[in-house]
């Protein structure tokens, strides 16, 4: 079988073109979804590590290490991916309250160093550790083997300190009935942790916080800290409020944190600085990446984060890299995302053009009545005009609104837009209808002509020759004016449908489109 999926890639690499390329990669994958259910060993004969945490004599959680990953050999080849290696394992619920959302939650994050392997193997399984320990090993006379020793003592400790860039998140996981979140996230290394401050009802919150964990003890060589260091473990949660009985539920004061659901998780390795090390170009500062955040196994947003670990040097923190820009004081101790790091922002005007709504669904049962639809971009957002009678007249009663909002210079860092359709229902309730995210605006910019531009040549010349053939001309046509458009043609797209409002485009305006949108 192997020696056929062999000969058929062969052939696959010489039919490779460029129309194809997406029909090839996806056989590709699955000659390796084939290969890891072969090189998967149906029944093995070592059972998996279990590895449990105990409280008052009860099992409150554990995680499970095949033991493939783990077992040593003397080829490396054949040695288990995890053997030899300091692993951070995350703890999880047992039995059935582990599967499932409330699973989802880490209970314990642990960091273990395992080997697994023969007896007279036994020699090597220190081999993987950092550099830098010295063993303990059992008193003589007590019948112990000398193996393995009790403990290890590092003589050798570096001092580190960590910031994490939190700066912003996007296409979160709505975790409430409205579609909307309140998110925080929470920052977890080594034996420390942090969090950010709460954003209430947005999908993308720009927190544009840095975090500071100092006295970071991490033990081995220096130079292996720089090449591996340790995960940093980054999570989202919605953070809940409940009403205390006998107060308003409007007044803000009426309202406690409540239990925080978990959004989803994510990882990340942060840039590492050594003291002898110079802080800039091209490695410092950091600059601002996106990870993936997961719930589950299901992707559930990005975050927009940088992380740098900066090394203690004998002269303590006065050599570290100063922090500059203010303490925000109007939303507590709160340092920004410094400048260097933080983009650069320019203000957008964002132009809405509210047609109608059409097509919608019952939700619980009742029809939609008095439908609206929100945009928000950026924390920042605008209402359409509400529809009083939706089976009536569908349409919006104010058709063009607009907002503006502080959005960064480099367009691959924009967040995306959020439509909301929410029906509007007795005593101040609304119900959610449907939502869609439009990710990227980059197609919706305006950008002005240019001047110096052939097609903009073209049509200035265009335009002159016609008057200067009416002006010569009879008089009731001295007066003329034509506006060629070089521009091509927008393409019609499936599911967005641009229909052009103008009927003549004047040179220098700015063009108008209408989208359509599916929500769900």
């Not at 006379?141 to 912003?168: D, E, I, N």
């Not at 993308?204 to 591996?228: H, S």
């Not at 410092?284 to 940088?306: M, S």
């Not at 458009?485 to 052009?500: C, D, S």
Request: proline share 7%; hydrophobic share 40%.
């Amino acid at each position: 079988m192997q020696e056929s999926m062999g000969q058929q890639a062969r052939t696959l690499r010489a039919q490779v073109k460029r129309h194809t390329v997406r029909d090839k990669l996806r056989l590709c994958q699955n000659f390796l979804q084939k290969l890891r259910f072969l090189a998967d060993e149906p029944q093995h004969s070592i059972p998996d590590v279990f590895i449990w945490m105990m409280s008052n004599n009860k099992r409150v959680a554990y995680a499970r290490v095949p033991s493939k990953d783990l077992l040593f050999s003397i080829v490396e080849e054949e040695t288990g991916k995890d053997c030899a290696k300091v692993k951070t394992l995350f703890l999880k619920l047992p039995g059935k309250r582990g599967f499932g959302s409330a699973g989802w939650t880490v209970q314990a994050k642990l960091e273990l160093y395992m080997w697994l392997g023969l007896s007279k193997q036994r020699k090597d399984f220190l081999c993987g550790l950092p550099c830098g320990f010295e063993e303990v090993k059992a008193a003589q006379g007590l019948g112990l083997h000398t193996f393995p020793p009790v403990s290890l003592v590092y003589a050798k400790k570096q001092v580190f300190q960590l910031r994490a860039h939190m700066y912003q998140a996007r296409s979160l996981f709505a975790a409430d009935s409205s579609g909307l979140s309140d998110p925080f996230a929470r920052v977890f290394f080594i034996n420390q942790s942090q969090c950010t401050e709460v954003l209430n009802e947005t999908l993308c919150p720009t927190w544009d916080q840095m975090l500071v964990f100092d006295n970071l003890e991490l033990y081995g060589e220096a130079q292996e800290l720089r090449d591996d260091p340790p995960i940093i473990v980054i999570e989202i949660y919605d953070q809940d409020t409940m009403v205390r009985m006998g107060s308003g539920a409007r007044d803000p004061s009426s309202t406690t944190p409540g239990p925080a659901d978990f959004m989803g998780r994510t990882f990340a390795k942060p840039l590492v600085k050594m003291a002898d090390e110079e802080y800039c170009p091209p490695r410092f500062p950091p600059q601002l990446e996106y990870y993936q955040i997961y719930r589950g196994n299901a992707t559930a947003g990005d975050l927009l984060a940088a992380f740098e670990l900066l090394q203690i040097g004998p002269a303590g923190k006065a050599d570290l890299p100063p922090i500059n820009g203010p303490v925000d004081m109007d939303r507590g101790p709160i340092m920004p995302v410094p400048v260097g790091i933080r983009p650069v922002l320019s203000k957008y005007r964002v132009e809405v053009l509210f047609w109608g709504l059409r097509d919608l669904k019952r939700v619980n049962l009742a029809q939609v009545d008095r439908p609206r639809v929100d945009i928000e971009c950026a924390g920042k957002g605008v209402q359409s005009s509400l529809i009083h009678n939706y089976k009536k007249n569908p349409n919006f009663n104010t058709l063009v609104k607009w907002f503006e909002v502080d959005l960064p210079e480099n367009e691959l860092l924009h967040p995306p837009l959020n439509i909301r359709v929410v029906d509007c229902r007795a005593f101040g309730r609304y119900t959610l209808v449907g939502s869609h995210a439009v990710s990227s605006l980059r197609r919706f910019i305006y950008r002005p002509p240019d001047r110096s531009a052939p097609s903009w040549n073209t049509t200035v010349r265009l335009l002159r020759r016609y008057r200067v053939l009416c002006n010569g001309g009879s008089s009731s046509h001295s007066t003329g004016e034509v506006v060629v458009n070089m521009e091509p043609e927008v393409p019609i797209k499936k599911l967005e449908t641009m229909v052009k409002l103008d009927a003549v485009r004047r040179m220098g305006s700015a063009p108008r489109w209408l989208g359509t949108y599916d929500l769900v």
